[in-house]
Antibody, heavy 112, light 109 residues
Framework: EVQVVESGGGLVQPGGSLRLSCVAS????????MNWVRQAPGKGLEWVAN????????YYVDSVKGRFTISRDNGKNSVYLQMNSLRAEDTAVYYC?????WGQGTLVTVSS | QAVVTQEPSLTVSPGGTVTLTCGSS?????????PFWFQQKPGQAPRTLIY???NKHSWTPARFSGSLLGGKAALTLSGAQPEDEAEYFC?????????FGGGTKLTVL
């Protein structure tokens, strides 16, 4: 059975940092471009960032450039999202997604 | 970054056929945008239905199909079932970055 599991979400103050992790079982992440996608409460999906199979290319939505960093460790079958200088508008459920499989998401709340 | 547009809402009768579309502010949507379609039901994570315009996953019901239609990506549901009531999102690739459409809320009524 394929499982994608995100972790690392929580409550953080504006300006703070969080590191999200995504680990898969039954799925070899190194075969895929991997994505982070977020969904603010009651809103649609927003693509946040992606990373090439070997980590050599990374892309970000404009609103997170310079604040978020996506990375991967294919040896650990994992993908990460380092989030710095967090803002209230970053509050959302963050999903890790391969082209086919999604995790259940981890909630990030930015609030004082 | 580009803006991707979808119908905000559509209604289909049980057993009926409906087509959802996905347009791009940059112009014609082509296979080079590698269109994806996702289904999301309330309280659930999204599920990938279609990738690269028209390819289905093993779990994609046969009644769903993807195509390019009139300069847009399209998702056609033929023979709608009550369980198909959900929100549907498309995703387009712009040579690296991706952009989601705003979603189409599909009602089966």
């Amino acid at each position: 059975e394929v499982q994608v599991v995100e972790s690392g979400g929580g409550l953080v103050q504006p300006g703070g940092s969080l590191r999200l992790s995504c680990v898969a079982s039954g799925l070899t992440l190194s075969k895929y471009w991997m994505n982070w996608v977020r969904q603010a409460p009651g809103k649609g999906l927003e693509w946040v960032a992606n990373i090439k199979r070997d980590g050599s290319e990374k892309y970000y939505v404009d609103s997170v450039k310079g604040r978020f960093t996506i990375s991967r460790d294919n040896g650990k079958n994992s993908v990460y999202l380092q989030m710095n200088s967090l803002r209230a508008e970053d509050t959302a459920v963050y999903y890790c997604a391969s082209p086919g499989e999604w995790g259940q998401g981890t909630l990030v709340t930015v609030s004082s | 970054q580009a803006v991707v547009t979808q119908e905000p809402s559509l209604t289909v009768s049980p057993g009926g056929t409906v087509t959802l579309t996905c347009g791009s502010s940059t112009g014609v949507v082509t296979s080079g945008h590698f269109p994806f379609w996702f289904q999301q039901k309330p309280g659930q994570a999204p599920r990938t239905l279609i990738y690269d315009t028209s390819n289905k996953h093993s779990w994609t019901p046969a009644r769903f199909s993807g195509s390019l239609l009139g300069g847009k990506a399209a998702l056609t549901l033929s023979g709608a079932q009550p369980e198909d009531e959900a929100e549907y999102f498309c995703l387009l690739s712009y040579s690296g970055p991706r952009v989601f459409g705003g979603g189409t809320k599909l009602t089966v009524l």
